[in-house]
Antibody, heavy 114, light 107 residues
Framework: QVQLKESGPGLVQPSQTLSLTCTVS????????VSWVRQPPGKGLEWMGV???????AYNSLLKSRLSISRDISKSQVFLKMNSLQTEDTATYYC????????WGPGTMVTVSS | DIQMTQSPSVLSASVGDRVTLNCKAS??????LNWYQQKLGEAPKLLIY???NLQTGIPSRFSGSGSGTDFTLTISSLQPEDFATYFC?????????FGSGTKLEIK
């Protein structure tokens, strides 16, 4: 059974770094790539970046200078780190599988506030 | 970046209606267009991939068509569980981009 689940701090202070984990099961990170997508409250979806099956990455140019995606294959985990957070980074953050985003995690809400 | 424009932004309809949602890309994306359904408080769910391929487990009342820059999602007979927000998504060019969504509400 394919599952993805995001985890993270919930609340981050402005200018700090966000660290999120996506833990997957039912498939291998060497067989499917994983993307991060975020959604501000009441707004649309924004693709953030992807980690490919071989471990290379690609990022949305709007976020590239602040964003890093990595993984631990042995733990079936994908990590997102984004620095210099601002209030506009408040959003629900999702991880999604593959090129079609056929499976998604339930999302984790991150609030940027002092 | 490729801009994805969805219309209408809100669509009011009744159970049993046939509805069509539109998505227009700012440049040619070939067939690389997906549709997702999102209900309040839930993650998006894949309905259609590569323009017209129905994802496993999705009812056949959902269908997609189009090519190039203009695409449509059709629901042949609305069911109560179909009232949600629908997003289109292009995966032809980087960065991957979503449309702003069509909210399908009960008339």
């Amino acid at each position: 059974q394919v599952q993805l689940k995001e985890s993270g701090p919930g609340l981050v202070q402005p200018s700090q770094t966000l660290s999120l984990t996506c833990t997957v099961s039912g498939f291998s990170l060497t067989s499917y790539h994983v993307s991060w997508v975020r959604q501000p409250p009441g707004k649309g979806l924004e693709w953030m970046g992807v980690i490919w099956t071989g471990g290379s990455t690609a990022y949305n140019s709007l976020l590239k200078s602040r964003l890093s995606i990595s993984r631990d294959i042995s733990k079936s985990q994908v990590f997102l780190k984004m620095n210099s957070l601002q209030t506009e980074d408040t959003a629900t953050y999702y991880c999604a599988r593959g090129g079609y985003f056929d499976f998604w995690g339930p999302g984790t809400m991150v609030t940027v506030s002092s | 970046d490729i801009q994805m424009t969805q219309s209408p932004s809100v669509l009011s309809a009744s159970v049993g209606d046939r509805v069509t949602l539109n998505c227009k890309a700012s440049q040619n994306i070939n067939k690389y267009l997906n549709w997702y359904q999102q209900k309040l408080g839930e993650a998006p769910k894949l309905l259609i991939y590569n323009t017209n391929n129905l994802q496993t487990g999705i009812p056949s009342r959902f269908s997609g068509s189009g090519s190039g820059t203009d695409f449509t999602l059709t629901i042949s007979s609305l069911q109560p569980e179909d009232f949600a927000t629908y997003f289109c998504f292009q995966h032809n060019s980087w960065p991957l981009t979503f449309g702003s969504g069509t909210k399908l509400e009960i008339k």
